[in-house]
């Protein structure tokens, strides 16, 4: 289809397989974390539910769509990881395939295939699991170092799991829980803590943070905003109320908020095109994301707050268009 636009073009060298490669290998530092602190079951994981989203994207492109292979464009390698890494190192298997068929086959390809879902497909498969499957994705097993064969850890409570049940006068110092005591900074940063797969480990993600920086896949603004907001925004609480549940070192470094903001957030197809449109989409997501960690159920809001978010996507592209080359501002 010829696609008819008013100049200038920019042309680029750069195809779509090639900006998906970098994003993959800008995914694998955290994927290698998980299997080091997780062992064999993430890795078997991470294999199932990346091979499951090729395969779905081939069968029903090639058979039922009828929009022939679109494997090799490596976007449904990028979902599967991404699906993969907002899943327990427990979770089972066959329940992965089910994410995968949600991301690839509903959200993904029943809208056109890539370049036209309203959603990221990798979150409506985990909000989808996690709705469907809330026990199983409310277990999560203790970080062991190069253990890879042991199968039987011990669950322990997430960071901001803690943080959702802690008692308001409660200190930081002195927590205790039925499940474990808070970690320290070390441990969040490096990743030696409990959580999703990709989203233990905030020194994998600022690395590959820094590889699409470097190559130029995506541009700082989503990723700062989203996280400044949130750290603004739980930092004012916390200076207020003096209420280490708002404390913002802690709402950074843990749950998936580094994934969500530097992989997923910026997703190029549910993002807004406009630079003002970033910084606005970015900031929404942030607030959502304190809302529903703060004054929900639920200890995590980045999922619900980006999907939210996705859906007004179109509205703010209307808004915050950009001028014409050439006009005056």
Not at 8 to 23: F, N, Y
Not at 263 to 286: E, Q, V
Request: a positive charge; charged letters at 10%.
């Amino acid at each position: 289809m010829l696609k008819i636009s008013s100049a200038p073009h920019i042309h680029t060298t750069k195809t779509v397989p090639d900006i998906m490669k970098d994003v993959v290998i800008a995914l694998l530092p955290a994927g290698l974390a998980a299997i080091v602190f997780f062992g064999l079951s993430a890795l078997l994981i991470i294999i199932t539910s990346v091979a499951s989203c090729v395969l779905f994207e081939y069968f029903f492109g090639k058979y039922v769509f009828k929009t022939g292979n679109s494997t090799t464009d490596y976007s449904a390698i990028i979902t599967g990881l991404l699906l993969a890494y907002n899943l327990p190192s427990n979770f089972p298997l066959f329940f992965v395939l089910i994410g995968s068929f949600v991301a690839i086959v509903v959200t993904k390809m029943c809208y056109g295939g890539l370049g036209k879902n309203i959603f990221n497909p990798a979150l409506v498969g985990r909000v989808f699991l996690f709705i469907s499957f809330p026990v199983a994705m409310s277990r999560w097993p203790q970080p062991y170092f190069l253990d890879f064969f042991n199968m039987d850890a011990q669950t322990a409570a997430t960071p901001l799991g803690i943080l959702k049940h802690i008692d308001a006068s409660t200190s930081a110092t002195s927590l205790t829980t039925s499940a474990s005591d808070l970690p320290e900074y070390w441990q969040m940063f490096v990743g030696y803590t409990g959580g999703s797969l990709g989203e233990v480990s905030s020194v994998a993600l600022l690395l590959g943070f820094i590889y699409m920086l470097y190559r130029k896949v995506i541009r700082w603004h989503i990723p700062f905003y989203y996280i400044g907001t949130v750290f603004i925004l739980t930092g004012i609480t916390w200076l207020i109320t003096k209420d280490v549940r708002y404390e913002p070192i802690t709402h950074i470094l843990s749950g998936g908020l580094m994934l969500g903001a530097i992989f997923m957030a910026t997703d190029y197809t549910t993002s807004p095109m406009s630079l003002n449109g970033k910084i606005f989409f970015a900031i929404c997501c942030g607030v959502l994301t304190v809302v529903i960690r703060l004054f929900s159920g639920y200890p995590e809001g980045v999922s619900f707050a980006i999907l939210i978010m996705n859906a007004f996507v179109p509205l703010i592209d209307r808004f915050f268009v950009p001028h014409h080359y050439g006009a005056k501002k």
